[in-house]
């Protein structure tokens, strides 16, 4: 089993959707969370950090379940240029102190449509 | 500009021809590291380093080998390039080791590796 599952998609959504991706973790000793962008053959970005309490930025929204091990990210009202491929990233401590390991979901690819 | 300068960015290859591919940040990063990417498995970690002669395998170091000599340069060598090393890599760097847990991480473009 993967430690980070992401359903791959592709999503293919009208303007103004409001699309919700989720990801699942497997670690419990994840301690904490981030979605990235990618856009096609580039590098990735981050998007946004995840936090307990749930947070937004803009049309994003990002939650955090740790009970059920999942996150999620809600984008509303869709725009063209939000088509790309969101990657769940997980922070892992390795050892002591704050030393952290990165895993990589595999991506969930978004195409928003006229 | 802060940036992360990965060369080359496209590289083709025939199997057993000893390759580098360099990686030189320009924020004083102490923290560097490569991964790779392959359809359906995502960013999987090659090598890290914490700083200055200081690297460690990550989840995929077989065939690879990286040196740290100096804080801005962290170069990955394939010794004896084999077609399943054919990927798309990808360096990146962060302050300090501590902020690899708050994931700030600042990536090169990538390079897209072909090995025939």
Known sequence: ?114 | EAQVTQNPRYLITVTGKKLTVTCSQNMNHEYMSWYRQDPGLGLRQIYYSMNVEVTDKGDVPEGYKVSRKEKRNFPLILESPSPNQTSLYFCASSPSRDTVAKNIQYFGAGTRLSVL
């Open chain 1, 1 to 114: 089993r993967k430690e980070v599952e992401q359903d791959p998609g592709p999503f293919n959504v009208p303007e103004g959707a409001t699309v919700a991706f989720n990801c699942t973790y497997s670690n419990s000793a994840s301690q904490s969370f981030f979605w990235y962008r990618q856009d096609c053959r580039k590098e990735p970005k981050l998007l946004m950090s995840v936090y307990s309490s749930g947070n937004e930025d803009g049309r994003f929204t990002a939650q955090l379940n740790r009970a059920s091990q999942y996150i999620s990210l809600l984008i509303r009202d869709s725009k063209l240029s939000d088509s790309a491929t969101y990657l769940c990233v997980v922070n892992i401590r390795v050892g002591s102190g704050n030393t952290g390991k990165l895993i990589f979901g595999q991506g969930t690819t978004l195409q928003v449509k006229p």
